[in-house]
Protein backbone atom coordinates (compact mmCIF):
# COMPACT_ATOMS: atom_id res chain seq x y z
CA UNK A 1 0.00 0.00 0.00
CA UNK A 2 1.33 3.36 -1.15
CA UNK A 3 2.33 6.10 1.85
CA UNK A 4 3.43 9.48 2.02
CA UNK A 5 4.99 9.58 5.32
CA UNK A 6 3.99 12.91 7.03
CA UNK A 7 7.01 14.39 9.64
CA UNK A 8 4.57 17.27 11.23
CA UNK A 9 1.64 14.97 13.01
CA UNK A 10 4.12 13.58 15.45
CA UNK A 11 3.01 14.03 19.08
CA UNK A 12 6.42 15.32 19.90
CA UNK A 13 7.54 18.27 18.08
CA UNK A 14 11.21 17.58 18.77
CA UNK A 15 10.71 14.53 17.02
CA UNK A 16 8.99 16.18 14.23
CA UNK A 17 12.02 18.36 13.84
CA UNK A 18 14.87 15.57 14.10
CA UNK A 19 12.98 14.07 11.00
CA UNK A 20 12.76 16.98 8.76
CA UNK A 21 16.47 17.90 9.71
CA UNK A 22 17.44 14.67 9.10
CA UNK A 23 15.75 14.60 5.73
CA UNK A 24 16.87 18.18 5.02
CA UNK A 25 20.72 16.99 5.74
CA UNK A 26 20.19 14.30 3.08
CA UNK A 27 19.15 17.68 0.32
CA UNK A 28 22.01 19.55 1.65
CA UNK A 29 24.22 16.72 0.69
CA UNK A 30 22.71 16.35 -2.52
CA UNK A 31 22.92 19.94 -3.62
CA UNK A 32 26.49 20.04 -3.01
CA UNK A 33 26.92 16.67 -4.76
CA UNK A 34 25.42 18.20 -7.44
CA UNK A 35 27.63 21.64 -7.70
CA UNK A 36 30.26 19.21 -7.38
CA UNK A 37 29.10 17.61 -10.50
CA UNK A 38 28.86 20.38 -12.62
CA UNK A 39 32.12 22.51 -11.46
CA UNK A 40 33.84 19.00 -12.07
CA UNK A 41 31.81 19.00 -15.93
CA UNK A 42 33.23 22.64 -16.25
CA UNK A 43 36.15 21.73 -15.42
CA UNK A 44 36.85 19.36 -18.17
CA UNK A 45 35.47 20.98 -20.25
CA UNK A 46 37.46 24.15 -19.76
CA UNK A 47 40.11 22.25 -18.96
CA UNK A 48 40.30 23.83 -15.17
CA UNK A 49 42.82 21.93 -13.43
CA UNK A 50 42.10 24.74 -10.72
CA UNK A 51 38.25 23.91 -10.51
CA UNK A 52 39.26 20.30 -10.42
CA UNK A 53 41.40 20.37 -7.56
CA UNK A 54 38.82 22.33 -5.56
CA UNK A 55 36.52 19.73 -6.60
CA UNK A 56 38.35 17.04 -5.12
CA UNK A 57 39.11 18.73 -2.09
CA UNK A 58 35.93 19.36 -1.24
CA UNK A 59 35.03 16.03 -1.35
CA UNK A 60 36.40 15.77 2.56
CA UNK A 61 32.96 17.71 3.03
CA UNK A 62 30.64 15.34 1.51
CA UNK A 63 32.30 12.42 3.81
CA UNK A 64 32.31 14.56 7.25
CA UNK A 65 28.52 15.07 6.43
CA UNK A 66 27.93 11.36 5.79
CA UNK A 67 29.63 10.91 9.02
CA UNK A 68 26.78 13.22 10.53
CA UNK A 69 23.60 11.42 8.53
CA UNK A 70 24.72 8.41 10.01
CA UNK A 71 25.54 9.60 13.61
CA UNK A 72 22.03 11.23 13.69
CA UNK A 73 20.33 8.46 12.29
CA UNK A 74 22.16 6.05 15.29
CA UNK A 75 20.80 8.67 17.63
CA UNK A 76 17.36 8.73 16.70
CA UNK A 77 17.11 5.28 16.28
CA UNK A 78 18.75 4.79 19.94
CA UNK A 79 16.49 7.59 21.60
CA UNK A 80 13.08 7.61 19.50
CA UNK A 81 12.68 3.84 18.70
CA UNK A 82 10.62 5.05 15.54
CA UNK A 83 8.81 2.18 13.88
CA UNK A 84 6.51 1.92 10.85
CA UNK A 85 7.25 4.56 7.94
CA UNK A 86 9.49 6.76 10.14
CA UNK A 87 11.73 3.74 10.83
CA UNK A 88 11.73 3.33 6.93
CA UNK A 89 12.42 7.06 6.45
CA UNK A 90 15.66 6.47 8.70
CA UNK A 91 16.94 3.64 7.34
CA UNK A 92 16.11 5.14 3.73
CA UNK A 93 17.71 8.30 4.73
CA UNK A 94 21.20 6.25 6.06
CA UNK A 95 21.45 4.38 3.03
CA UNK A 96 21.35 7.26 0.47
CA UNK A 97 23.75 9.08 2.76
CA UNK A 98 25.81 6.31 2.08
CA UNK A 99 25.32 6.43 -1.67
CA UNK A 100 25.57 10.10 -1.94
CA UNK A 101 28.93 9.63 -0.11
CA UNK A 102 30.05 7.00 -2.86
CA UNK A 103 28.87 9.55 -5.55
CA UNK A 104 30.91 12.01 -3.95
CA UNK A 105 34.30 9.53 -4.44
CA UNK A 106 33.34 8.95 -7.97
CA UNK A 107 33.15 12.84 -9.10
CA UNK A 108 36.59 12.99 -7.07
CA UNK A 109 38.10 10.55 -9.36
CA UNK A 110 36.89 12.48 -12.30
CA UNK A 111 37.78 15.46 -11.54
CA UNK A 112 41.28 13.82 -10.32
CA UNK A 113 41.55 13.19 -14.20
CA UNK A 114 41.46 16.62 -15.17
CA UNK A 115 43.90 17.64 -12.20
CA UNK A 116 46.32 15.16 -13.73
CA UNK A 117 45.92 16.70 -17.17
CA UNK A 118 44.93 13.26 -18.61
CA UNK A 119 41.66 14.41 -20.74
CA UNK A 120 41.54 12.40 -23.70
CA UNK A 121 42.85 13.80 -26.63
CA UNK A 122 39.79 12.23 -28.94
CA UNK A 123 36.73 13.96 -29.86
CA UNK A 124 34.41 11.53 -29.84
CA UNK A 125 35.25 9.79 -26.11
CA UNK A 126 35.53 13.19 -24.94
CA UNK A 127 32.20 14.33 -25.93
CA UNK A 128 30.36 11.43 -24.68
CA UNK A 129 32.00 12.14 -21.24
CA UNK A 130 30.57 15.27 -20.95
CA UNK A 131 27.11 13.82 -22.40
CA UNK A 132 27.03 11.07 -19.42
CA UNK A 133 28.28 13.74 -16.74
CA UNK A 134 25.30 15.76 -18.32
CA UNK A 135 22.91 13.36 -18.17
CA UNK A 136 24.06 12.01 -14.72
CA UNK A 137 23.65 15.82 -13.41
CA UNK A 138 19.48 15.71 -14.69
CA UNK A 139 19.50 12.42 -13.10
CA UNK A 140 20.55 13.37 -9.93
CA UNK A 141 18.33 16.48 -9.97
CA UNK A 142 15.26 14.42 -10.71
CA UNK A 143 16.31 11.74 -8.10
CA UNK A 144 16.90 14.24 -5.09
CA UNK A 145 13.41 15.73 -6.23
CA UNK A 146 11.76 13.06 -5.91
CA UNK A 147 13.06 11.89 -2.60
CA UNK A 148 12.03 15.86 -1.78
CA UNK A 149 8.42 14.99 -2.49
CA UNK A 150 8.25 11.11 -1.53
CA UNK A 151 7.05 10.90 -4.69
CA UNK A 152 7.17 7.28 -5.83
CA UNK A 153 6.15 8.02 -9.71
CA UNK A 154 9.15 10.88 -9.78
CA UNK A 155 11.28 8.01 -8.48
CA UNK A 156 10.69 5.76 -11.15
CA UNK A 157 10.83 8.02 -13.91
CA UNK A 158 14.37 9.34 -12.97
CA UNK A 159 15.32 5.53 -12.31
CA UNK A 160 14.67 4.69 -15.73
CA UNK A 161 16.90 7.59 -16.91
CA UNK A 162 19.90 4.83 -16.00
CA UNK A 163 19.34 3.38 -19.34
CA UNK A 164 20.53 6.00 -21.24
CA UNK A 165 23.32 6.31 -19.04
CA UNK A 166 24.03 2.87 -19.37
CA UNK A 167 23.59 2.71 -23.20
CA UNK A 168 26.36 6.20 -23.99
CA UNK A 169 28.16 4.62 -21.41
CA UNK A 170 28.58 1.30 -23.31
CA UNK A 171 28.67 3.55 -26.92
CA UNK A 172 31.53 5.72 -25.14
CA UNK A 173 33.39 2.15 -23.93
CA UNK A 174 33.64 1.27 -27.68
CA UNK A 175 35.01 4.54 -28.70
CA UNK A 176 37.64 4.40 -25.90
CA UNK A 177 38.80 0.41 -27.01
CA UNK A 178 38.92 1.77 -30.48
CA UNK A 179 41.33 4.58 -29.40
CA UNK A 180 43.34 2.02 -27.28
CA UNK A 181 43.54 -0.48 -30.42
CA UNK A 182 44.97 2.39 -32.29
CA UNK A 183 47.60 3.38 -29.88
CA UNK A 184 48.33 0.68 -27.58
CA UNK A 185 51.66 2.36 -26.69
CA UNK A 186 49.00 5.19 -24.36
CA UNK A 187 47.54 2.24 -22.52
CA UNK A 188 48.45 3.67 -18.96
CA UNK A 189 46.72 7.21 -19.72
CA UNK A 190 43.55 5.47 -21.31
CA UNK A 191 43.30 3.25 -17.75
CA UNK A 192 42.39 6.87 -16.22
CA UNK A 193 40.01 7.54 -18.67
CA UNK A 194 38.13 4.17 -18.26
CA UNK A 195 38.54 4.90 -14.74
CA UNK A 196 36.52 8.23 -15.20
CA UNK A 197 33.90 6.87 -17.59
CA UNK A 198 33.41 3.89 -15.07
CA UNK A 199 32.89 6.35 -12.11
CA UNK A 200 30.18 8.47 -14.70
CA UNK A 201 28.54 5.31 -14.85
CA UNK A 202 27.98 4.16 -11.28
CA UNK A 203 26.75 7.80 -10.55
CA UNK A 204 23.86 6.91 -12.28
CA UNK A 205 23.59 3.34 -10.66
CA UNK A 206 23.76 5.06 -7.33
CA UNK A 207 21.03 7.15 -8.07
CA UNK A 208 19.06 4.05 -9.32
CA UNK A 209 19.62 2.81 -5.90
CA UNK A 210 18.56 6.09 -4.24
CA UNK A 211 15.42 6.31 -5.98
CA UNK A 212 14.34 2.22 -4.85
CA UNK A 213 14.71 3.63 -1.29
CA UNK A 214 12.33 6.43 -1.91
CA UNK A 215 9.59 3.64 -3.76
CA UNK A 216 10.61 1.48 -0.76
CA UNK A 217 9.58 4.66 1.91
CA UNK A 218 6.29 5.03 0.11
CA UNK A 219 5.66 1.41 -0.33
CA UNK A 220 7.73 -0.22 2.16
CA UNK A 221 8.46 -3.15 -0.82
CA UNK A 222 11.80 -4.01 -2.51
CA UNK A 223 11.60 -2.38 -5.91
CA UNK A 224 13.22 -5.80 -7.37
CA UNK A 225 10.61 -7.71 -6.38
CA UNK A 226 7.48 -9.46 -8.52
CA UNK A 227 5.02 -7.61 -7.09
CA UNK A 228 6.63 -4.15 -7.30
CA UNK A 229 7.52 -4.19 -10.83
CA UNK A 230 3.93 -5.12 -11.53
CA UNK A 231 2.95 -2.02 -9.68
CA UNK A 232 5.93 0.11 -11.26
CA UNK A 233 3.96 -1.08 -14.44
CA UNK A 234 1.29 0.39 -13.28
CA UNK A 235 2.20 3.48 -12.08
CA UNK A 236 3.78 4.36 -15.66
CA UNK A 237 0.38 3.23 -17.34
CA UNK B 1 33.46 22.57 9.97
CA UNK B 2 30.49 22.25 8.50
CA UNK B 3 27.15 21.16 10.90
CA UNK B 4 24.09 19.87 9.77
CA UNK B 5 22.75 19.18 13.26
CA UNK B 6 22.22 21.42 15.67
CA UNK B 7 23.00 20.57 19.87
CA UNK B 8 22.41 22.81 22.66
CA UNK B 9 23.92 19.71 24.76
CA UNK B 10 26.94 20.41 26.64
CA UNK B 11 29.34 17.09 27.73
CA UNK B 12 28.33 16.61 31.71
CA UNK B 13 32.10 17.89 32.02
CA UNK B 14 31.18 21.23 30.34
CA UNK B 15 28.37 22.10 32.65
CA UNK B 16 29.36 25.55 34.93
CA UNK B 17 28.55 26.05 38.38
CA UNK B 18 26.48 29.02 36.95
CA UNK B 19 24.42 26.29 34.62
CA UNK B 20 23.81 23.92 37.71
CA UNK B 21 20.38 23.44 39.00
CA UNK B 22 21.18 20.75 41.61
CA UNK B 23 24.72 20.25 43.08
CA UNK B 24 24.80 16.55 44.89
CA UNK B 25 27.74 16.57 47.03
CA UNK B 26 28.69 13.13 48.50
CA UNK B 27 25.54 12.58 49.21
CA UNK B 28 25.09 9.31 51.09
CA UNK B 29 21.57 8.07 52.56
CA UNK B 30 20.39 5.29 55.11
CA UNK B 31 17.06 4.49 55.24
CA UNK B 32 15.91 1.85 58.09
CA UNK B 33 19.53 0.97 59.09
CA UNK B 34 20.30 0.34 54.86
CA UNK B 35 22.48 2.16 52.66
CA UNK B 36 20.57 3.48 49.98
CA UNK B 37 22.48 5.96 48.24
CA UNK B 38 26.40 5.46 48.37
CA UNK B 39 28.83 8.39 47.86
CA UNK B 40 26.77 10.06 45.09
CA UNK B 41 28.33 13.15 43.05
CA UNK B 42 26.50 14.54 40.33
CA UNK B 43 25.82 18.04 39.05
CA UNK B 44 22.19 18.34 37.18
CA UNK B 45 21.91 21.42 34.78
CA UNK B 46 19.64 24.04 34.89
CA UNK B 47 16.47 24.21 32.62
CA UNK B 48 17.14 20.50 30.98
CA UNK B 49 15.72 17.27 31.69
CA UNK B 50 17.50 14.89 33.52
CA UNK B 51 16.55 11.15 33.81
CA UNK B 52 17.59 8.88 36.73
CA UNK B 53 17.28 5.01 35.06
CA UNK B 54 18.26 1.76 37.27
CA UNK B 55 16.58 -1.35 38.45
CA UNK B 56 13.56 -1.37 41.42
CA UNK B 57 15.79 -0.34 44.77
CA UNK B 58 18.43 1.35 43.52
CA UNK B 59 17.98 4.06 45.04
CA UNK B 60 16.57 6.28 42.56
CA UNK B 61 13.47 7.68 44.40
CA UNK B 62 15.71 8.14 47.23
CA UNK B 63 17.89 10.28 45.57
CA UNK B 64 15.01 11.76 43.96
CA UNK B 65 13.65 12.35 47.86
CA UNK B 66 16.95 13.83 48.91
CA UNK B 67 16.05 17.13 46.07
CA UNK B 68 13.30 17.83 48.34
CA UNK B 69 14.16 16.48 51.72
CA UNK B 70 11.31 14.02 51.30
CA UNK B 71 13.38 11.25 52.88
CA UNK B 72 13.07 13.08 56.15
CA UNK B 73 9.34 11.84 56.30
CA UNK B 74 10.74 8.18 57.56
CA UNK B 75 11.86 8.27 60.60
CA UNK B 76 14.72 5.98 60.71
CA UNK B 77 17.23 7.66 58.23
CA UNK B 78 20.54 9.43 57.95
CA UNK B 79 21.45 11.93 55.58
CA UNK B 80 25.59 12.33 54.98
CA UNK B 81 26.90 14.91 52.48
CA UNK B 82 25.24 18.30 50.79
CA UNK B 83 22.80 19.00 48.22
CA UNK B 84 23.54 22.49 46.71
CA UNK B 85 20.74 24.58 44.91
CA UNK B 86 20.99 28.50 44.33
CA UNK B 87 23.95 28.72 46.48
CA UNK B 88 23.24 27.20 49.45
CA UNK B 89 23.36 23.20 51.18
CA UNK B 90 19.51 22.49 51.61
CA UNK B 91 20.66 20.03 54.45
CA UNK B 92 21.97 22.92 56.17
CA UNK B 93 20.55 23.57 59.99
CA UNK B 94 19.07 26.89 58.90
CA UNK B 95 17.37 25.93 55.73
CA UNK B 96 13.21 25.95 56.37
CA UNK B 97 11.79 22.93 54.38
CA UNK B 98 8.61 24.01 54.00
CA UNK B 99 9.81 26.75 52.14
CA UNK B 100 11.86 24.47 50.01
CA UNK B 101 9.18 22.86 49.41
CA UNK B 102 7.46 25.71 47.62
CA UNK B 103 10.77 25.88 45.13
CA UNK B 104 10.76 22.51 44.28
CA UNK B 105 7.69 20.96 42.87
CA UNK B 106 7.04 16.79 42.84
CA UNK B 107 4.93 15.08 40.86
CA UNK B 108 4.21 11.52 41.86
CA UNK B 109 3.24 8.32 39.76
CA UNK B 110 -0.68 7.97 40.71
CA UNK B 111 -2.17 11.42 40.47
CA UNK B 112 -3.24 12.51 43.79
CA UNK B 113 -5.63 15.04 43.80
CA UNK B 114 -7.55 16.33 46.59
CA UNK B 115 -11.12 16.24 46.62
CA UNK B 116 -11.97 19.28 46.20
CA UNK B 117 -12.72 21.30 42.55
CA UNK B 118 -10.09 21.72 39.56
CA UNK B 119 -9.34 25.32 40.38
CA UNK B 120 -8.79 24.40 44.64
CA UNK B 121 -6.78 21.83 43.80
CA UNK B 122 -3.85 24.21 41.90
CA UNK B 123 -4.38 27.13 44.17
CA UNK B 124 -3.88 25.25 47.41
CA UNK B 125 -0.22 25.93 47.94
CA UNK B 126 -0.71 29.21 47.33
CA UNK B 127 -3.70 29.67 49.75
CA UNK B 128 -1.49 27.33 52.39
CA UNK B 129 0.81 30.31 51.68
CA UNK B 130 -1.31 32.72 52.90
CA UNK B 131 -2.48 34.25 49.22
CA UNK B 132 -6.47 36.10 49.55
CA UNK B 133 -6.39 38.41 46.80
CA UNK B 134 -8.65 36.52 44.29
CA UNK B 135 -7.51 38.10 41.15
CA UNK B 136 -3.93 36.93 41.56
CA UNK B 137 -5.17 33.35 42.53
CA UNK B 138 -7.12 33.05 39.21
CA UNK B 139 -4.04 34.80 37.34
CA UNK B 140 -1.50 31.81 38.94
CA UNK B 141 -4.51 29.13 38.36
CA UNK B 142 -5.14 29.92 34.83
CA UNK B 143 -1.32 30.36 33.93
CA UNK B 144 -0.41 27.21 35.83
CA UNK B 145 -3.18 25.66 33.88
CA UNK B 146 -1.71 26.86 30.72
CA UNK B 147 1.58 25.40 31.47
CA UNK B 148 0.24 22.57 31.94
CA UNK B 149 -1.82 21.98 28.85
CA UNK B 150 -4.91 21.43 30.77
CA UNK B 151 -6.24 24.94 30.17
CA UNK B 152 -8.47 24.08 26.85
CA UNK B 153 -9.96 21.57 28.58
CA UNK B 154 -11.10 22.63 32.19
CA UNK B 155 -11.27 26.43 31.72
CA UNK B 156 -15.83 25.41 31.41
CA UNK B 157 -15.80 23.62 34.71
CA UNK B 158 -13.12 25.03 36.68
CA UNK B 159 -15.29 24.57 39.96
CA UNK B 160 -16.37 20.07 39.26
CA UNK B 161 -14.46 17.91 41.63
CA UNK B 162 -11.44 17.04 39.92
CA UNK B 163 -11.65 13.62 40.33
CA UNK B 164 -13.69 13.62 37.60
CA UNK B 165 -11.18 14.34 35.41
CA UNK B 166 -9.42 11.29 33.28
CA UNK B 167 -5.73 9.92 34.43
CA UNK B 168 -4.02 11.59 31.94
CA UNK B 169 -6.15 15.04 32.69
CA UNK B 170 -5.29 14.56 36.52
CA UNK B 171 -1.84 14.14 36.06
CA UNK B 172 -1.63 17.20 34.35
CA UNK B 173 -3.35 18.58 37.43
CA UNK B 174 -0.88 17.36 39.54
CA UNK B 175 1.52 18.78 37.04
CA UNK B 176 -0.19 22.32 37.26
CA UNK B 177 -0.91 22.23 41.21
CA UNK B 178 3.34 21.90 41.36
CA UNK B 179 3.25 24.73 38.57
CA UNK B 180 1.11 27.44 40.60
CA UNK B 181 4.00 28.03 42.95
CA UNK B 182 6.27 28.44 40.28
CA UNK B 183 9.13 26.42 41.37
CA UNK B 184 12.76 26.29 39.75
CA UNK B 185 12.78 22.83 39.80
CA UNK B 186 10.24 20.18 39.53
CA UNK B 187 10.84 16.39 40.33
CA UNK B 188 9.02 13.44 38.61
CA UNK B 189 8.67 10.26 40.01
CA UNK B 190 6.98 8.01 37.51
CA UNK B 191 4.83 10.49 36.31
CA UNK B 192 3.70 8.60 33.50
CA UNK B 193 3.26 4.86 34.57
CA UNK B 194 -0.43 4.54 35.01
CA UNK B 195 -1.04 6.41 31.81
CA UNK B 196 -1.59 4.83 28.21
CA UNK B 197 0.84 5.46 25.68
CA UNK B 198 -0.81 8.32 23.79
CA UNK B 199 -1.49 10.42 27.10
CA UNK B 200 2.19 9.33 28.03
CA UNK B 201 3.26 11.44 24.96
CA UNK B 202 1.56 14.49 25.23
CA UNK B 203 2.54 14.37 29.22
CA UNK B 204 6.76 13.75 27.84
CA UNK B 205 5.46 16.57 24.82
CA UNK B 206 4.62 18.72 27.82
CA UNK B 207 7.72 17.91 30.09
CA UNK B 208 9.76 18.69 27.37
CA UNK B 209 8.31 22.15 27.06
CA UNK B 210 8.42 23.11 30.84
CA UNK B 211 12.21 22.86 30.36
CA UNK B 212 12.09 26.32 29.58
CA UNK B 213 10.61 27.50 32.93
CA UNK B 214 12.31 25.08 35.36
CA UNK B 215 14.80 22.55 35.97
CA UNK B 216 13.40 19.15 35.44
CA UNK B 217 14.48 15.61 37.19
CA UNK B 218 12.39 12.68 36.48
CA UNK B 219 12.70 9.63 37.37
CA UNK B 220 11.17 6.58 35.09
CA UNK B 221 11.63 2.68 34.48
CA UNK B 222 10.76 3.09 31.13
CA UNK B 223 13.73 3.15 29.48
CA UNK B 224 12.26 4.03 26.16
CA UNK B 225 10.82 6.80 27.93
CA UNK B 226 13.80 7.87 29.67
CA UNK B 227 15.93 8.04 25.68
CA UNK B 228 13.26 9.82 24.38
CA UNK B 229 12.87 12.70 26.58
CA UNK B 230 15.69 13.14 28.58
CA UNK B 231 18.35 15.33 27.92
CA UNK B 232 20.79 13.90 30.30
CA UNK B 233 20.87 10.69 31.88
CA UNK B 234 22.36 9.02 35.17
CA UNK B 235 22.19 5.44 35.39
CA UNK B 236 22.06 3.86 39.23
CA UNK B 237 22.55 0.42 40.54
CA UNK B 238 22.66 -0.95 43.99
CA UNK B 239 23.11 2.95 45.23
CA UNK B 240 25.48 4.03 43.72
CA UNK B 241 25.97 5.89 40.04
CA UNK B 242 27.18 3.94 37.57
CA UNK B 243 27.39 6.38 34.68
CA UNK B 244 26.17 10.11 34.10
CA UNK B 245 26.36 12.03 31.18
CA UNK B 246 23.98 13.61 28.52
CA UNK B 247 21.76 11.30 27.09
CA UNK B 248 22.29 11.09 23.26
CA UNK B 249 26.15 9.61 24.58
CA UNK B 250 24.85 7.44 27.16
CA UNK B 251 22.01 5.48 25.03
CA UNK B 252 24.26 5.07 21.88
CA UNK B 253 27.70 4.94 23.40
CA UNK B 254 27.40 4.36 27.36
CA UNK B 255 30.93 4.63 28.84
CA UNK B 256 30.59 1.87 31.42
CA UNK B 257 29.78 -1.57 30.25
CA UNK B 258 27.04 -2.23 33.34
CA UNK B 259 25.20 0.52 31.65
CA UNK B 260 25.62 -1.00 27.97
CA UNK B 261 23.88 -4.48 29.52
CA UNK B 262 21.37 -2.29 31.50
CA UNK B 263 19.85 -0.50 28.44
CA UNK B 264 20.21 -3.11 26.24
CA UNK B 265 17.99 -5.75 28.27
CA UNK B 266 21.21 -7.70 29.22
CA UNK B 267 21.64 -7.49 32.67
CA UNK B 268 20.78 -9.88 36.00
Not at chain 1, 156 to 163: K, Y
Request: charged share 25%.
Amino acid sequence: MRRQIQLNTHISAKFNQELESLKHSVLTMGGVLEQQLVNTLVALKEKAPSLAERVALNDSKVDIMETQVEQECMRIIAKRNPTAGDLRLIMTVSKTATDLERIGDEIARVARLVTLNKIPDSDLVFTGMLDIGNRNVSMMRATFDAFARQDDKAAILAHQQDRDIDRVYKKVLEQTAAEIQLNPAEINQWMDVLWAIRSFERIGDRCKNICEYVIYLTYGRDMNSASMKKTVKKLLK
Amino acid sequence: MLKLFERDILSVEEISTSQTGIDVRDLCVHLNGKLVLNHINLRIPKNKITAIIGQSGCGKTTLLNSFNRMNELNRNHTCNGEVWIDDRNIYDRRERVSMLRTQIGMVFQRPNPFPMSIYENVCFGLRIQGEKNRRKLDDSVERALKNAALWEEVKDRLFDSALLLSGGQQQRLMIARALALEPSILLLDEPTSALDPLTTLHIEELINALKKQCTLVIVTHNMQQAARVSDYAAFMHKGELIEYSDSDSLFTMPAKQQTEDYITGRYG
